[in-house]
């Protein structure tokens, strides 16, 4: 088990759009399960997959390329991030899409800015 689940799980989609794998499985919690179902709504994964272990996830290609290219971890263990409803960055000018755990649960910063909530930024993706 990792100490830190989201890098784990930001490194294991990292290292299959590396090697074009059409699936990637992911050890089960309630953050992964969240944020999985965060990129399926946004459309940068195809499927998911949720058994009593693992999380699998079907990463999207068009043609060669993945449509997920990047996921950066932004709070870590040591160095959390938080923002305020006002303060909350655009990724790519709104392109992108960054992932905000809140009092609400783990929502995506279109929607926290709609609710004018804050919260702790946890990874940005585009």
Known sequence: MTNHMLSDMASRIRNAIQVQQPSVRIPRT???TSIAHI???EG????IHVDQQHVTLSLRYTGSSACLTHIKVVSKPGVRI????????KVLGGLGVLILSTSQGIIT??????LQIGGEVLCSIW
């Open 30 to 32: 309630n953050l992964t």
């Open 39 to 41: 990129l399926l709504s």
């Open 44 to 47: 940068f994964i195809d499927n």
């Open 82 to 89: 938080y923002t305020r409803a006002k303060d909350i960055p």
């Open 109 to 114: 910063d279109k929607k926290a800015r709609d």
